[in-house]
């Protein structure tokens, strides 16, 4: 099995090198994400829940995808990829907004990321991989954010955070 690197970076989202994905999540070191937002037609939410085998947040409800690009890939590119991987399909993306957190889990693990925003609409057809994903659904944005209000440990601690500056853009 190929180690997975990310892209290390500075609080610019200057890249200053590369390392093991766990490693730089063990040592907590700024490093570039992404997350993907779709909508349907009807202004709805995609939103899954990743599967139980996530190395951290199983079984929380997020938005469409999260991930890193790999060295020397696109974020765009990277975003649109992890769509295919984890959903099944593939569909148009613009970036929003970017920002950044840092999150610890009980693991011992970090995510401390420059998290790069990505917004697309899809209709069709979705294919989850199950080793990625659990569960799916669209709903209304109030939908969401009550939810997020009435059981806030249903959903990780990044879409928290990108869920309200979402909204703030679109």
Not at 102 to 118: P, Q, S
Request: glycine share 6%; proline share 5%; with cysteine.
């Amino acid at each position: 099995m190929l180690l997975e690197e990310v892209i290390l970076v500075d609080e610019e989202d200057t890249p200053i090198g590369t390392m093991e994905k766990i490693e730089a999540h063990k040592k907590a070191l700024l490093h570039r994400a992404f997350s993907v937002f779709i909508f349907n037609e009807k202004g709805e939410m995609l939103l899954q829940q990743r599967a139980a085998g996530k190395y951290h947040s199983p079984g929380l409800w997020t938005n469409a995808c999260c991930s890193h690009p790999h060295p020397g890939e696109d974020t765009r590119s990277a975003a649109a990829r992890r769509l295919k991987e984890e959903l099944g399909f593939t569909t148009d993306v613009q970036e929003l907004f970017a920002f950044t957190y840092k999150t610890e889990f009980d693991n011992g693990l970090t995510e401390f990321e420059f998290d790069h925003v990505f917004v697309g609409r899809y209709d069709g057809v979705i294919e989850p991989n199950p080793e990625e994903v659990s569960n799916y659904r669209y709903s209304a944005l109030g939908e969401i954010k009550e939810e997020l209000i009435r059981c806030p440990e249903a959903f990780t601690s990044w879409f928290h955070l990108a869920m309200p500056l979402l909204v703030e853009k679109i």
